[in-house]
């Protein structure tokens, strides 16, 4: 079966976020200033780490979700996914930070991801997921 991206890899903001920090980093060596340059690199640091390490790539089909992230790659079947959430962490102050909650192997894990932009496939995931798990909890407010 075909697999659907869920995830956005965030390329533009990585893009800018690089560019931004290799800006901050050359204006702080034309005039060093000890603490600007430590509390700026502790804010990049911050967002780097949100940008880069938090989110896991998500894809799916009709029967399974597959979870991809550091430690390689989980496949869930989509009736052990029980919820779908929208996070408090916002990026630009349009695209959310989701979390989708399921079973694996007896455990309760959690992925975290931004979805797609301009793209039905939030949408689609979830009334994928509601058609395999109709008990499956779903919290977002902007799927249409």
Do not use: H
């Amino acid at each position: 079966m075909k697999r659907t991206k869920l995830s956005n890899g965030l390329i533009f903001t990585k893009i800018v976020l690089i560019f931004f920090f290799v800006v901050f980093v050359a204006v702080t060596i034309d005039q060093f200033d000890l603490k600007a340059f430590v509390i700026g690199a502790l804010v990049f640091s911050v967002f780097l780490c949100v940008i880069f390490l938090l989110p896991d790539k998500i894809e799916f089909d009709e029967i399974n979700m597959y979870v991809i992230n550091r430690n390689g790659e989980r496949v869930v079947g989509l009736k052990d996914v029980y919820g779908i959430a929208t996070t408090g962490m916002r990026l630009n102050y349009s695209l959310n930070l989701m979390k989708i909650y399921y079973f694996y192997k007896g455990e309760e894990c959690t992925a975290r991801f931004y979805p797609l932009f301009f793209s039905k496939s939030l949408k689609q995931f979830t009334n994928v997921v509601k058609k395999e798990n109709p008990a499956a909890r779903v919290d977002t407010f902007w799927l249409f």
